[in-house]
């Protein structure tokens, strides 16, 4: 499954959950939430995983956490907040580069209406495009 099915199901999800949840919950439940779903569904799921940094050659095993990793492919950022910056897109952005993963999702679910708190981020993905039909003469 490439990057661009698991964020498919990973968005899905994400809105299924906002329905029947709602806004206004701590990110750490959307998180076990998310990962619960996403479990049933057959995808793999790490939470909290650390992204390490390297500085002057030194690797620095605590630099980050991302609060879930999807098959190995796929970072999800979890907000609960009014709405996120530049800087919770930065973070995620971040993520990706120290991990070589090429797509993330960074998910707001104390936005009104779920479909305005995603946001996808990518590093280096390739996009896959529809071609456009002939037009007839």
């Known amino acids: 499954m ?5 964020g498919r199901m990973v968005v899905d999800a ?6 029947e949840l709602g806004s206004g919950l701590l990110e750490s439940v959307y998180e076990h939430v998310l990962g619960h779903v996403l479990t049933e569904q ?4 790490e939470r909290q995983v ?18 879930l990793i999807v098959e ?3 970072i999800l ?12 897109k930065k973070q995620l952005l971040t993520y990706l580069r120290l991990t070589g993963l090429k797509l993330g999702l960074l998910l ?3 936005s009104a209406l779920m479909k305005d708190g995603i946001t996808r981020i990518v590093n280096g993905l390739e ?3 529809e071609l456009a039909k002939p037009q007839s003469r």
Not at 2 to 6: T, V
Not at 14 to 19: A, E
């Open 2 to 6: 490439d990057e661009n099915a698991i």
């Open 77 to 88: 950022e979890l907000k609960s907040v009014e709405a996120v910056n530049n800087a919770h």
């Open 108 to 110: 707001n679910f104390g």
């Open 42 to 45: 057959g995808l793999a799921i």
């Open 14 to 19: 994400s809105m299924m959950i906002h329905k």
């Open 50 to 67: 650390s992204v390490p940094i390297a500085f002057r050659g030194v690797r620095l095993d605590e630099g980050f956490r991302a609060d």
């Open 72 to 74: 190995g492919k796929v």
């Open 127 to 129: 996009e896959k495009h």
